[in-house]
């Protein structure tokens, strides 16, 4: 048989050639796929051009991350030859040196690398294992959208993670080894990853990883394994560098590349960067988890960022030739605790007056980092940074220098620092809070305590479905901050071992809030409110116990440790180096630490505020007016159907149309406040309604001059440019008066002038100025807002000017009021910014003012929802609005040396009216009570079994009416087991048709109703006085039926009744079936 040979070598090689030759091809036809696509769909040159920029700067940013790589490889693999390279002055840097060559207290650590090359493969398996049997299930279970994600690929490749120098502090603490490892992972790692479903492909290939990761052995115990837990964290943020595969390619792209890096970087921040902990128990049931994950803190610094000069201009014109300025702003970072300040437009010596608080935990190691910018709207341009270790603020307490900006920048910034140092005390509080008042802080006011809350377990939650676990979460609250703990899935007594941190401003008034909710529905689990005031007075400022949780089931329970520390600045001498000061070095006192004008104790309004009068108008009534209504022609002579318009300062009022009348009864009152400015007049105009266009019947005016001279005008106005017709108008100017026992009386004399068709008359006039405001919250983004304030009182509301982009904004500016009732109304003030923001609300109840002296209050007021230190600066004042002409008075008050007999005990002064309306006199004025009350001459009457009736009845000789004004009940007898729904129902015999009935509404389920309710019958006074009035007590007992249950009756025989008195008086209620 014929053996056949094979290929030789030549057609192998040839062979791999054709297929090279083919691959490149491809690869020439993938690269011109995107000119053929955009040529295809009609797109632009310019997109061709844009693909090509970003395939070129993609390709330049892999070549260099690929160099890179293999120059850290080459150091790793040789450290001993280059660092002896570079002690002959060759090609590395003193940066790139391990730090066991610069720092000689930090020792090398090969035969811990050689631990860790020999370990490296099976940490690999680990890792794979990891990834592919917990990890990858938990991400598909996530979305439904990964339920076909895989890691296709885990290797962690050959090149194992090195540690340059193993540094051991001593002396810091006996109960634990502290060691600092300076860290360097340059990795071949090779991790793909792939969604089937979309068909996404993405990956690592290769990364970088350089920082100093703190290691912490504790608690050291006495048995084996001696270390009970081992905490390991970056006291900075390490650097990081990644090649990307597969879909992720893309982020290496400039710009994408960086940012890519840097939300890498947040999320290991979140685990592994200072104050976050890594924590791996070493023994079983290890006590106080959540403190060695988040221990108290060493310390707190307050950074005051003051000030910058001499800073590099960035922003240049017509090419560079035009110098301009820079808009600077700093990032003030400790850790992963980041603060922007505010942009200063144009300034190469910017002014922020900055202050902010930070967490220290490790010291030394822990260190402030202050990154100048300059604001541009495409990328912001660096202008330096500084670094300054804890350390040295530790040593100094207090710490105020221009530090050197570096890093390539010029100029100086100017900070203060304050270490506070924690208290388990609270001796030291007023103190704290006493200097924290004298500090001007934005944008927060300064802290005079701290809380750290660990979160342990909660037992026996309810279940918001039959047999479904909730997945519990808890949210805590500190006035406007709130913090999420993480979600325990499918369990109702979850273990969280969460801790918090929450910075406090005035720990005796603030609460703790704290939410259990279900994540998968946001549903209330339960609920809690801590007062922290409790903490003060604990042991140790702590409280370590089981809290029953409120609208939860009977025995949920959740498990807390509440600890708190005082702020103390233990310094009272300010250090300008960054050694100790020695004794009277200082030449700057602390007690304030910004250097700002001192804010005004008062307001300062202008000499008019405050200087308004009220002017009540009248409008009685007219006569003799022209009839405009004619029919046929003019053959038959009709009326008129007049109305009046009444204006004054801007106000214009409107009465009520009286139908075919040539003599029409108004009887309206209008209020307006007034300032002395010349020329106003008071204009009255009158015309006749009509389907179309309303005729004109006449007009009259009254000098407000005159009004305000003579404080009370009543007349009868002849109606100008018209044949005939006069007006019946009264005018009276009601200065306000600082004297709060006036109200009562004033009160008194307002309900029972009270018109049937006007407003329920003022009783006081309130004057508010607005002066300014301080410490308002800033926008997102760290922007001063544009601030505006909305007043209001009932349905009366002001708005002030808008004050552009400042948190301290002046308004200067005063708005007043008409007040109905001050002992039960308040003023409501909202700050906000222009976009509709709430920037900070007051509720200032007007008792405040009844009990002030003069009525005035002029200080600073505290802004609810405003963040801890909003605040704004008011005068307000209250004015009595007493009427002099009213026609109800006390009697006259005895003469001078004329003895006065005392009133038996529960007695008041009455009040009369004379039929002629002449006043003789203002006796004293009672004491203010919380609703509206009236002379009582016998308040002591003996009860009688069915209870008691108060009324008031009175003859209103300017308005021809009699009035009744049932005020209340008291101690009305049931007359079955259940509590009656009483009303008060009148009848003025002997008529008893619906035309004199009134009733009052219903109150339900009391014996001691209050009603306050007036009634007006129409009548002469010689007729009222031969009336009786029935008053019947009833309980509703349903609406289906018409029948009510009488409670009691009173007869009043009104002839026997002095109806020129208006008082109360209180009446003993009669069976139904007993006579008058």
Not at 469 to 491: A, C, F, G, K
Not at 796 to 819: A, N, Q, R
Request: proline share 6%; net charge negative; with cysteine.
């Amino acid at each position: 048989m014929e053996q056949r040979e094979g290929p030789g070598p030549g057609s192998g090689s040839g062979s791999g050639a054709a297929l090279a030759g083919l691959a490149a091809f491809g690869k020439l036809l993938l690269g011109l796929a995107p000119v053929y696509v955009a040529g295809r769909l009609g797109l632009s040159l310019g997109f061709v051009l844009l693909g090509l920029a970003l395939f070129a700067g993609w390709r330049a940013a892999r070549r260099g991350k690929e160099r890179s790589l293999r120059a850290a490889r080459r150091l790793l693999d040789n450290e001993e030859r280059h660092v002896s390279a570079a002690a002959a002055g060759l090609y590395l840097s003193p940066r790139e040196l391990p730090a066991w060559v610069s720092f000689p207290d930090v020792e090398k650590a090969e035969w811990l690398n050689k631990i860790l090359a020999q370990a490296w493969p099976f940490f690999g398996q680990y890792m794979e294992k990891l990834l592919v049997e917990n990890i990858a299930p938990m991400i598909r279970a996530s979305n439904t959208h990964l339920q076909t994600f895989a890691f296709t690929k885990v290797d962690m490749g050959e090149k194992p993670l090195r540690v340059m120098g193993v540094k051991v502090h001593t002396g810091q603490n006996k109960k634990q080894i502290l060691l600092d490892l300076t860290v360097s992972y340059v990795g071949d790692i090779h991790i793909d990853v792939e969604v089937k479903k979309f068909f996404c492909k993405a990956g690592v290939k290769g990364m970088q990883l350089h920082g100093v990761l703190r290691v912490i052995l504790e608690p050291l115990i006495g048995d084996m394994p001696i270390v009970g837990a081992l905490t390991m964290f970056f006291i900075r943020r390490p650097t990081l560098d990644i090649n990307w595969t597969g879909m992720t390619n893309l982020l290496d792209i400039p710009g994408l590349s960086s940012l890519s890096d840097s939300m890498i970087m947040d999320s290991i921040a979140a685990f592994l960067v200072l104050p976050n902990r890594l924590l791996v128990p070493l023994v079983p049931d290890l006590h106080d988890v959540a403190q060695l994950r988040s221990p108290l803190p060493r310390g707190i610094v307050r950074v005051h960022l003051r000030e910058a000069k001499d800073l590099q201009s960035k922003d240049k014109y017509v090419r560079g030739l035009i110098e301009g300025k820079s808009d600077p702003y700093a990032l003030v970072r400790v850790g992963t605790q980041l603060f922007t300040s505010r942009v200063v437009d144009e300034s190469l010596n910017p002014t922020w007056n900055e202050t902010y608080e930070f967490v220290v935990h490790e010291v030394p190691g822990q260190e402030l980092e202050v990154e100048l910018f300059d604001k541009d709207p495409d990328q912001d341009d660096f202008l330096g940074r500084m670094k300054l270790d804890f350390g040295e603020v530790l040593q100094a307490r207090v710490l105020e220098e221009w530090f050197p900006l570096q890093d390539g920048g010029q100029g100086q910034l100017h900070l203060r620092l304050e270490w506070l140092t924690l208290l388990s005390d609270a001796s030291k509080l007023e103190q704290v809070l006493q200097r924290n008042r004298g500090i001007s802080s934005k944008p927060e006011a300064p802290s005079a305590a701290i809380l750290v809350i660990y979160l342990d377990r909660a037992q026996e939650l309810p279940l918001k479905k039959p047999g479904k676990e909730p997945n519990p979460m808890v949210q805590l609250s500190v006035q406007d901050v709130t913090r999420e703990s993480r979600v325990v899935y499918n369990n109702s007594s979850p273990v969280w071992d969460d801790a918090f941190r929450f910075f406090l401003q005035d720990p005796a008034n603030q609460d703790i809030d704290i939410q259990v909710k279900d994540d998968t529905r946001q549903t209330s689990l339960g609920s809690l409110s801590v007062r922290l005031s409790r903490l003060l007075t604990a042991e140790d400022m702590t409280l370590d116990q089981w809290f029953q949780l409120e609208n939860s089931g009977p025995s949920s329970r959740i498990y807390m440790k509440l600890i708190m520390r005082i702020l103390f600045l233990d310094a009272p001498e300010v250090c300008h180096t960054s050694r100790p000061c020695a004794p009277g070095q200082s030449d700057v006192e602390t007690g304030s630490s910004v250097d700002l004008p001192p804010r005004p104790s008062r307001a300062s309004p202008d000499a008019q505020f405050g200087t308004e009068s009220v002017i009540r108008i009248h409008l009685l009534e007219a006569e003799n007016l022209i009839a405009k209504d004619n029919f046929m022609g003019g053959m038959i002579r009709g009326k008129s159907d007049p109305y009046a318009k009444v204006r004054l300062g801007g106000h214009s009022f409107r009465s009520h149309v009286v139908k075919e009348e040539l003599s029409p009864r108004w009887n309206e009152v209008y209020e307006v406040i007034v300032n002395e400015v010349p020329g106003q007049e008071v204009e009255f105009e009158i015309y006749d309604k009509d389907i179309d266009k309303d005729d004109f019947l006449g007009r009259c005016k009254i000098a407000l001059k005159r009004v305000l001279n003579s404080r009370f005008i009543d007349e009868w106005l002849p109606l100008e440019d018209v044949k005939s017709g006069r007006l019946h108008v009264r005018l009276e100017c009601l200065p306000p008066t600082p004297n709060g026992a006036e109200l009562e009386q004033v009160l008194m004399v307002n309900s029972l002038t009270q018109t049937q068709r006007s407003a329920e008359l003022s009783s006081a006039l309130l004057s508010v100025f607005l002066d300014r405001a301080a410490d308002l919250p800033l926008r997102k983004g760290s922007k001063p807002p544009s601030p505006y304030v909305s007043l209001s009182i009932r349905n009366v509301s002001y708005k002030s000017k808008t004050i552009t982009s400042t948190s301290e904004p002046v308004w200067d500016e005063g708005f007043s009021f008409l007040v109905k009732r001050p002992h039960v109304e308040s003023l409501e003030l909202q700050v906000k910014d222009e976009g509709g923001q709430g920037l900070g609300a007051l509720s200032l109840p007007l008792t405040q003012l009844l009990t002030a002296e003069t009525l005035t209050l002029d200080r600073w007021f505290p802004l609810s929802h405003a963040g801890p230190g909003g605040q704004v600066l008011l005068r307000v004042q209250l004015g009595i609005l007493v009427s002099q002409r009213s026609g109800v008075e006390p009697r006259s008050a005895p003469a001078a040396g004329e003895e006065t007999e005392s009133p038996p005990a529960g007695l008041e002064p009455e009040l009369y009216v004379r039929e002629d309306g002449d006043p003789r006199g203002v006796g004293p004025a009672q004491e203010l009570r919380q609703r509206l009350t009236h002379a009582d001459s016998n308040s002591e009457l003996a009860e009688g079994p069915h209870g008691q009736l108060q009324l008031t009845a009175w003859y209103h000789m300017d308005e021809r009416k009699l009035v009744v004004i049932v005020h209340s009940c008291r101690k009305l007898r049931a007359s079955s087991k259940d509590i009656p729904d009483p009303y008060v129902s009148l009848i003025l015999l002997p008529d008893k048709n619906r035309v004199t009935k009134r009733k009052t509404t219903v109150r339900k389920r009391t014996l001691n109703p209050e009603f306050n309710e007036r009634f007006e019958w129409e009548l002469p006074l010689e007729e009222a006085s031969r009336r009786k009035l029935e008053a019947c007590v009833k309980n509703s007992v349903s609406f289906m039926s018409r029948e009510k249950e009488p409670l009691g009756k009173v007869h009043l025989d009104l002839s026997q009744m002095d109806l020129a008195q208006g008082k109360a008086q209180w009446y003993n209620l009669k069976d139904d079936r007993s006579s008058s």
